[in-house]
């Protein structure tokens, strides 16, 4: 069965600090899906990023990159130059393509406070 | 932006109660998607529904939940008779494909069973 683990409960950094929230997933499949989700203290999710199986090129975003590496079952989010306004529950989730379930297995959150 | 939008925001009832929480997908999606998140824990999945039918859905889901969509827009989860332990953010998603796509999330309502 598909497993998500987000090793850090909590993480607390000063402004403008690079911070890198780890996300390790478990799945058999060979072609699943992997995101990231913001849920700030106003309580919504906001999708951040999808990748697939199959592209293990790194992205950046603005501030935001993501590394994803297949050799180590790792799918890692960073933020560079944090802000205030980053400070969230981040979320990682995983979707098995080939096994057919439709539900996100998400992470158990990385909690990011950012201080001024 | 296209936005999937849930109501109510909060939503307080007695143990036993029924309650209804409504969302509205995003027009053009497919896929509508109920999950749960009990405070401080994560997001779990509950149902999916396709083609006006359950697709798939998770151990949490027994028969005291439900999930419709009545007419074109709104998408429906109804517990029959609720528990304390349903207190809980709800959340419903959608998706143009299966799978393969991305869900995305409405606010939340957050349930709280007194």
């Known amino acids: 069965a598909q497993k998500v683990t987000q090793a850090q409960t909590e993480i607390s950094v000063v402004e403008k600090e690079d911070v890198t929230l780890d996300c390790v997933y478990e799945?058999?499949?060979?072609?699943?899906?992997l995101f990231w989700y913001k849920q700030p203290p106003s309580g919504e999710l906001v999708f951040l990023i999808r990748?697939?199986?199959?592209?293990?090129q790194n992205e950046i975003s603005g501030r935001y990159s993501w590394n994803f590496q297949k050799s180590t079952s790792s799918f890692n989010f960073t933020i560079t130059a944090s802000q205030v306004v980053d400070s969230a529950v981040y979320f990682c989730?995983?979707?098995?393509?080939?096994?057919?379930?439709?539900?996100?297995?998400f992470g158990k959150g990385t909690h990011l406070i950012i201080q001024p | 932006e296209p936005e999937v939008t849930q109501t109510p925001s909060h939503q307080v009832t007695q143990m036993g109660q029924e309650v209804i929480l409504r969302c509205v997908p995003i027009?053009?999606?497919?896929?509508f998607y109920w999950y749960r998140q009990i405070l401080g824990q994560k997001v779990e999945f509950l149902v999916s529904?396709?083609?006006?039918?359950?697709?798939?859905k998770s151990e949490i889901f027994d028969d005291q939940f439900s999930v419709e969509r009545p007419d074109g827009s709104n998408f429906t989860l109804k517990i029959r008779s609720t528990k304390l332990e349903d207190s809980a953010m709800y959340f419903c998603?959608?998706?143009?494909?299966?799978?393969?796509?991305?869900?995305?999330f409405g606010p939340g309502t957050r349930l709280t069973v007194l």
């Open positions: 027009s053009n999606h497919l896929y």
């Open positions: 998603a959608s998706s143009e494909y299966r799978v393969v796509d991305t869900q995305y």
């Open positions: 529904f396709y083609n006006n039918e359950i697709s798939e």
């Open positions: 989730a995983l979707s098995e393509a080939g096994g057919g379930a439709d539900g996100l297995t």
């Open positions: 799945t058999r499949d060979t072609t699943y899906y």
């Open positions: 990748r697939n199986s199959f592209d293990e």
